[in-house]
């Protein structure tokens, strides 16, 4: 099965999506839709490149859509609107606001007979699967997810968004006497400011009020009020020279007894190291593209998670060579 994707937005996601597709085996890239003029874009492959507000024009020729938003703004109103048309993916991260987008999503993937995968990376993704398995495997247990040391797209995404900042760089750090115990199995009662810090690393428009600045970030719920937080006023050019990258990573850790008494513990460890975080949460965005034009040709419709799809859903092979080779 080949199938042909379109991506909304070409900001860090957006690339890597083009690169995912380049190293696909059966996913073409129909085109990049923009909200930017189209002749000041240019693919890294040379990919079409098309408005957004045209993209109803193209729905004939494209199997599923990406969609390369920010979860703050973008996504909440984009995935049910072109769920109403397309079969679609999106990587929504506000984890408080997912059963929510849920809903509203599902509503409009119903209504057109559409399939819409939703918070779609590594958290929410893969993440969210290991603490399920984990939790299933392991039931009498507690389960603790650490983020990082690295740039969170989403955290960065909504600082940008504040009046006056220019461009912005969040890394999530992960308290390291925490994780050592959680991996002793010592299964502490962690706080949320317990586990990591917040640090940000932001460039401020020319006159802008640095003090109102620091305090809508710090102070931002679902993203920073929650945690010890640092900003740090940077000039462009350090945040060029110094915070050019995207790294990423965390682990998801379970720890759990059995036996009659509980007397032996496990401890299940799920860890990644990323040198980019777009490059792969555009990879697993694919995958699950390629999952949604799947259940869509088998007549499956509406809002699915993760948790919803086998699989071999996500694989390009068949099942008889998936159970061949890796079973």
């Not at 085996?25 to 000041?40: K, Q, W």
């Not at 109803?56 to 020729?61: F, G, S, Y």
Request: overall charge negative; some cysteine; hydrophobic content about 35%.
């Amino acid at each position: 099965m080949s199938f042909k994707v379109g991506v909304i937005g070409y900001g860090n996601l957006g690339r890597g999506v083009e690169c995912a597709v380049k190293n696909s085996t059966d996913a073409e890239l129909y085109g990049v839709f923009t909200r930017r003029s189209l002749e000041s874009l240019k693919t890294l492959t040379g990919a079409a490149v098309y408005s957004v507000n045209d993209v109803l024009r193209h729905k004939d020729q494209i199997d599923v859509l990406i969609l390369c938003g920010g979860s703050a703004t973008d996504l909440p109103v984009q995935t049910p609107e072109l769920a109403k048309n397309f079969n679609v993916v999106d990587s929504f991260d506000t984890h408080a606001k997912i059963p929510q987008h849920f809903e509203n999503v599902d509503a409009a993937a119903k209504a057109s007979g559409k399939v819409a995968v939703i918070s779609v990376g590594w958290d929410p993704g893969m993440f969210s699967l290991n603490r399920m398995y984990a939790e299933a495997v392991l039931p009498n247990g507690k389960d603790y997810t650490f983020w990082g040391k690295g740039v969170s797209q989403g955290h960065s995404d909504a600082i940008r968004r504040i009046d006056g900042v220019v461009d912005a760089r969040q890394y999530t750090i992960p308290s390291q006497e925490a994780l050592d115990a959680v991996r002793r199995g010592e299964t502490p009662e962690l706080t949320t400011r317990q586990k990591h810090t917040r640090e940000c690393f932001v460039v401020a428009a020319e006159g802008a009020d640095l003090a109102r600045i620091e305090n809508e970030i710090v102070t931002m719920p679902n993203y920073f009020a929650d945690y010890d937080t640092t900003v740090h006023f940077i000039s462009q050019e350090e945040l060029d020279r110094d915070h050019r990258g995207l790294p990423h990573g965390g682990h998801t850790v379970r720890c759990g007894k059995t036996g009659l008494n509980g007397e032996n513990t496990h401890i299940i460890e799920y860890t990644l190291r990323l040198d980019s975080n777009p490059e792969f949460t555009s990879s697993v965005l694919l995958a699950y593209a390629r999952a949604a034009v799947k259940l869509n040709s088998e007549g499956a419709s509406g809002c699915k998670t993760v948790f919803d799809i086998a699989p071999a859903y996500l694989s390009h092979e068949s099942p008889e060579n998936l159970r061949r080779r890796l079973l």
